[in-house]
Structures are given as structure tokens and as C-alpha cells.
């Protein structure tokens, strides 16, 4: 079974960058057919996507960040990882890893981390 | 963006009721919707796919429905476990949005 676990800071200081990896159990993120994603949730608040990559590089991105995020995908390591850069308070949140399937739903989750924005 | 509207926000419900929820898009996202369940402190749970599609292990008493701008989420027989927030999402282009959630508290 697919296991995937975030890792990185708790806490990070405003207007730095926010970095998170996922690390994924399986062999599964060297295929193409899979995406790997980013997703939080504000405290309280519901669900965003920030984005979504597979392992030969097409990548796609909310808007509202896409000049602050970037996710990239590190087979050798069975890893991806997010960097979100010049946080402010509202980048606040839950940071959920995820897996897009082929039949595009987030079907692994990895358990969250919250990460704080704060000085 | 295409905005994802969940009703309703909460519903009080009793151990083997019938339970709907309901997902509206703002445009047709023609079958990319799919269902999550979240317990607190928890990830949320893929329930349903492609609208009608049952994720492996999920029980049968949940299902889904729907097409173009309306879906359903419908639990035949509501159980304990069930207490929990649903999500609905689109698939059908980025960026790939939820709804704001339905919570499910006992009356």
C-alpha cells in the first residue's frame, strides 16, 4: 500500500520560503502516468490545491500562487517536494501530499503538516 | 477558476438516515467530480471518483451521481463512522477546486 509522508519546518518566518518534501514508499512516482501534488487547508478553512507535477516534468499550478510555488519530483529519491517562497501569515496551513490518478483523483494522502508563518 | 457550491454547509443527522449532498459547479466539468471524506485531524479519504466510481474499499452504502453542473453524494444508511466532512472537487481543468465542505453532526 502507498504510503506518502511530508517533512520540513513547522515553522517558518514571513517573506522566507516555505520548503516540504514527500517522501513516497512505492515505485510509483517514476511513472508517468501518476501526478504528484500539493494541497492545504487554513485552519478551519477548506481545502486548496496548489499544484501538481509528474516525473518527466509537466507541471501545473493555481494562479493565485503560480509566480510564488514551484514543485519538483525527484524519482532517484522517491521524493517531490514543494517550495513556496515570500510566506506571509496566510500561508498558514495544513500542507497535504497527494497522488493524482490517471483517472484524476487525489487517491494517497499523506497525513499533513502544519506549517506556522511567523517571526 | 471554476467555483465548487456545497449544500448544504451542515446537516444534523440520526444513525440510519438517508443522507444527500449536493455539488453544483459554476460551469459543466462534464464527469471530473470527485468525493472525499475528512475526520478531524485526519487527511481527507477519497470516497468517489468520476462521479459514480466507488474508490477501492469504500463501503457500497455511499454513492454518487450526477453530470455536467449537479452531483450528489448519497449514504444509504448512515453509520457511526460516517460522522465526518465531505468534500467535492473538480478534475475537470486547473486549477482543480473543492467545495467548501458539508459537516455531518448527530441530532
Known amino acids: 500500500q502507498l504510503l506518502l509522508q511530508e517533512s520540513g519546518p513547522g515553522l517558518v518566518k514571513p517573506s522566507e520560503t516555505l520548503s516540504l518534501t514527500c517522501n513516497v514508499s512505492?515505485?510509483?512516482?517514476?511513472?508517468?502516468?501518476?501526478?504528484w501534488g500539493w494541497i492545504r487547508q487554513s485552519p478551519g478553512k477548506g481545502l486548496e490545491w496548489l499544484g501538481t507535477?509528474?516525473?518527466?516534468?509537466?507541471?501545473y499550478y493555481t494562479p493565485s500562487l503560480k509566480s510564488r510555488v514551484s514543485i519538483s519530483v525527484d524519482p532517484s529519491q522517491s521524493q517531490f517536494s514543494l517550495r513556496l517562497t515570500s510566506v506571509t501569515a496566510a500561508d498558514t496551513a495544513v500542507y497535504y501530499c497527494?497522488?493524482?490518478?490517471?483517472?484524476?483523483?487525489?487517491?494517497?494522502w499523506g497525513q499533513g503538516t502544519l506549517v506556522t508563518v511567523s517571526s | 477558476d471554476i467555483e465548487m457550491t456545497q449544500s448544504p454547509s451542515s446537516l444534523s443527522v440520526s444513525i440510519g438516515d438517508r443522507v444527500t449532498i449536493t455539488c453544483r459547479a459554476s460551469?459543466?466539468?462534464?464527469?471530473?467530480l470527485n468525493w472525499y471524506q475528512q475526520k478531524p485531524g485526519r487527511a481527507p479519504n477519497l470516497l468517489v471518483y468520476?462521479?459514480?466510481t466507488l474508490q477501492s474499499g469504500v463501503p457500497s452504502r455511499f454513492s454518487g451521481s450526477g453530470s455536467g453542473t449537479d452531483f450528489t453524494l448519497t449514504i444509504s444508511s448512515l453509520q457511526p463512522e460516517d460522522l465526518a466532512t465531505y468534500y467535492c472537487?473538480?478534475?475537470?481543468?486547473?486549477?482543480?477546486?473543492f467545495g467548501q465542505g458539508t459537516k455531518l453532526e448527530i441530532k
Open positions: 497527494a497522488r493524482l490518478t490517471g483517472d484524476a483523483a487525489f487517491d494517497s
Open positions: 512505492d515505485g510509483s512516482i517514476s511513472r508517468s502516468i501518476y501526478y
Open positions: 507535477v509528474n516525473s518527466i516534468g509537466t507541471s
Open positions: 460551469q459543466s466539468i462534464s464527469k471530473y
Open positions: 468520476g462521479t459514480f
Open positions: 472537487q473538480q478534475t475537470f481543468t486547473t486549477p482543480y477546486t
